[in-house]
C-alpha cells in the first residue's frame, strides 16, 4: 500500500511539473489600423510581392471593358485593349507598374520604362515584446524601428489604385482624346485579387457627357439621362512565363517590308 502511495504522489507530481511547463500563449497584437474589408485594404507577405515584381518574370497586362450601359454607344462591351508587358517598382509609400521597354538596345535607360499604373501601400512587421531583462514577454507588438525594406507584411491601399497609362486603346478613352467629351467624376475598386503570380482588379467609373457632344454618343432622347454613365474596367495581370511559348522568338525586319504580304506588323 505505502509503495501505492509513493506511485500515486510521482504521478500527481509530474502531472504538476508538466502544467508548469506549459508555455505561456504567444500574445499577437491586433491591428486597429488594418481594415478588414478587402476592397479597402489588403495585408500580403512582402515575399509575395517581391515574386510578383520580379524584374526577371514579367507580367502582361491587359485592360478590358465590362458592363457598359446600352444606349452609351462610344462605349464598347467586353472590348480588349492592348496589352503591356510590365514590371513593378516596390517604394515605401506605392507599387508602382511599368511597362518594359521593347527595344533591347534602350533597355538600359530606366526613363524608358512607361507608368502604367500604381497603388499605395504601407510596410509593417512585429516583433516580441521584451521585458527589462530583454527576455520575451510573449506578447507581440509593431516593430516600427525596423527599415521599411527589412519588413515582412505589406498592406495594400485597394481604392488608391490609379491608372496612369493613356494609350491602352479602349474606345471611350480614344474617343475622349480626340473630342474631350466625357470627364470622370469618380471611380470604385469593385474587385481586387492578388498573389506571387497574378493581379486582377476592376474599377467602376462614373462620368460625365458633355451634352455637347451628346448627337454622338446618345441614340435617342430618351437616352438623354445616360449624360451620366457608369462603365466596368477590368485589368488583369500574369505572370508571361505562365502563358508564353518558351520556344517562342521575335523576327525582326526592316520597316520597308512591313507593307510585304507575310510580314504586317503585328506590334506596335
Known amino acids: 500500500m505505502k509503495r501505492l502511495n509513493q506511485i500515486v504522489l510521482i504521478a500527481m507530481g509530474s502531472v504538476l511539473l508538466a502544467s508548469c511547463a506549459k508555455e505561456k500563449e504567444y500574445d499577437e497584437v491586433k491591428v486597429d489600423g488594418l481594415k478588414k474589408d ?111 525594406q527589412q519588413r515582412r507584411q505589406v498592406n495594400i491601399d485597394v481604392q488608391s489604385t490609379e491608372i496612369l497609362a493613356k494609350d491602352v486603346n479602349l474606345s471611350l478613352d480614344l474617343y475622349n482624346l480626340l473630342d474631350g467629351c466625357f470627364s470622370e467624376d469618380s471611380n470604385e475598386i469593385t474587385n481586387f485579387k492578388t498573389d506571387s503570380r497574378t493581379m486582377n482588379f476592376t474599377i467602376k467609373r462614373q462620368i460625365s457627357a458633355s451634352l455637347e457632344c451628346a448627337g454622338s454618343f446618345i441614340q435617342g432622347r430618351e437616352d438623354i439621362r445616360y449624360s451620366k454613365f457608369y462603365v466596368d474596367y477590368n485589368f488583369s495581370l500574369v505572370k508571361l512565363s505562365d502563358i508564353a511559348d518558351p520556344n517562342y522568338k521575335p523576327v525582326n525586319y526592316p520597316k520597308f517590308d512591313q507593307d510585304k504580304f507575310g510580314f504586317f506588323k503585328q506590334k506596335k
Open 38 to 148: 478587402p476592397l479597402v485594404e489588403q495585408r500580403v507577405s512582402k515575399a509575395q510581392i517581391q515574386k510578383l515584381c520580379a524584374s526577371s518574370d514579367p507580367l502582361l497586362f491587359v485592360p478590358s471593358v465590362g458592363e457598359v450601359p446600352r444606349a452609351v454607344s462610344s462605349a464598347r462591351p467586353y472590348e480588349l485593349g492592348g496589352a503591356k508587358v510590365v514590371t513593378c517598382e516596390i517604394k515605401q509609400d506605392k507599387i508602382v507598374f511599368k511597362e518594359v521597354e521593347d527595344d533591347n538596345r534602350f533597355a538600359v535607360n530606366s526613363n524608358n520604362k512607361s507608368p502604367v499604373f500604381e497603388i499605395e501601400v504601407s510596410h509593417m512587421d512585429f516583433k516580441c515584446t521584451e521585458d527589462e531583462y530583454g527576455d520575451c514577454t510573449n506578447k507581440e507588438e509593431e516593430d516600427t524601428e525596423k527599415p521599411w
